[in-house]
């Protein structure tokens, strides 16, 4: 395990981190997908990291006996042998089961929660993620004849290249999908003052729309609320880029000849200096983790479980098991990260399923069924009435305010 700061600034506490996300913690990985940022200084070489342990994994692995694997296995297997009696460790949770989250989250311990979102909280919605086969995006991009799916995401091919990408944005530009009943549970927890911060991976705004505010938003990979210049970094509003994209023109800077780019992160670019900021504060204060809709596959992102205090409770909803640790490695005391969804778990329950319906039942169990559903009924009646479903989900007083207009081309 290797232990360093996130930033140059003195912080009281060290940040665990696993030396297997080190190389991703300012850039995004090879198989992630696209998720702004106006780029981040380096880590400081400089400051004071203790010895690295998992650098002698390999040696470490070596070393292993024959009879460590035959242990292993036999406890697996179940053909128990016999060993010294196991210290007993204290449960979190009364009962790890979601009705053991439900008693959590009721009781005066639970103030601050952090969800983590991926793709699969917006698939309702019509947006599809990116790596399902048959249905995800990346398996979908046969007509833009691209070396290979990923590349239309990649910041070197787009400064080649980025027509590709723009005819793809118009499909993806927000402002034609509905938030989903995941995106009002998210909102609904703000409004019950429970919400500390809300994590996403996704790029569509569809968390804007429903109303969760500005402040408890971290979209780490980034959003197309915003675009800049890759060249001289002048800022775009979102109408300027919405009206370039839906006329399939490359849309190109007033004041130099670059490209202008929505602020998503390519591969190859750095994560937002926001997330950066944010998630030194926030996960220390992290008493309940809410993990919606993701493979957690992408780093830095995936890292983000490991950082909440030992005792607090993680709670998965998603289709599949996602995100679990290794237990040869936790036997061999290799590695401890990630989630812990057998028999053996003391804080980390599953519940497995469509995030929508997973959230509905979460409201259920809390008591806010009922209010979950009048809150998406009138908020897409709203939207129906107000036509906004057209328009891209972003609070027109905001946008009018923070985002002037740029003059047309």
Request: charge should be negative; aromatic fraction near 8%; charged fraction near 25%.
């Amino acid at each position: 395990m290797r232990v360093l700061y996130l930033s140059k600034r003195p912080w009281q506490n060290w940040t665990k981190i696993w030396s297997r996300n080190l190389q991703y913690l300012r850039t995004m990985s090879a198989n992630s997908p696209p998720g702004t940022s106006d780029g981040e200084e380096s880590l400081d070489a400089s400051a004071a990291v203790p010895p690295n342990n998992i650098e002698t994994m390999g040696a470490r692995i070596r070393d292993l006996d024959v009879d460590s694997i035959r242990r292993y296995l036999a406890q697996k297997l179940g053909f128990n042998e016999p060993t010294e009696p196991a210290v007993p460790v204290e449960k979190v949770l009364d009962e790890v089961n979601l009705d053991g989250i439900v008693k959590w989250i009721k009781s005066a311990r639970c103030k601050n929660i952090i969800t983590l979102a991926g793709a699969g909280i917006s698939t309702s919605a019509g947006i599809p993620d990116f790596r399902s086969p048959e249905t995800g995006l990346y398996h979908n991009l046969q007509k833009y004849n691209l070396p290979e799916p990923q590349a239309i995401f990649e910041i070197n091919f787009f400064r080649q290249n980025p027509k590709p990408f723009f005819l793809l944005a118009k499909e993806l530009f927000p402002g034609n999908f509905k938030p989903t009943i995941s995106h009002y549970f998210i909102r609904l927890l703000h409004e019950k003052g429970l919400l500390l911060r809300h994590y996403t991976q996704n790029i569509d705004t569809l968390e804007r729309g429903a109303g969760i505010p500005e402040e408890k938003l971290v979209e780490a990979h980034g959003t197309f609320y915003t675009s800049h210049c890759l060249d001289c970094r002048k800022r775009y509003s979102l109408e300027f880029i919405k009206e370039h994209i839906f006329s399939e023109q490359i849309p190109i800077c007033t004041d130099c000849p670059g490209v202008v780019k929505p602020d998503i992160v390519f591969f190859g670019e750095s994560l937002p200096d926001r997330f950066q900021h944010c998630l030194q504060e926030d996960f220390k204060q992290c008493d309940m983790l809410i993990i919606m809709g993701s493979s957690l596959e992408v780093q830095p992102f995936a890292s983000l479980i490991d950082m909440v205090p030992d005792w607090c409770p993680r709670l998965l909803i998603n289709r599949e098991k996602a995100g679990l640790r290794s237990p040869l490695l936790r036997l061999w005391g290799l590695m401890s990260g990630g989630l812990q969804l057998d028999e053996e778990g003391i804080r980390d329950v599953a519940r497995l399923g469509d995030c929508d319906e997973g959230c509905q039942e979460l409201a259920d169990l809390l008591g806010w069924g009922d209010e979950l559903r009048a809150l998406v009924a009138s908020e897409h009646e709203r939207l129906e009435l107000t036509g906004a479903v057209a328009t891209p989900h972003a609070p027109v007083t905001e946008v009018a305010a923070a985002l002037p207009l740029e003059p047309k081309l």
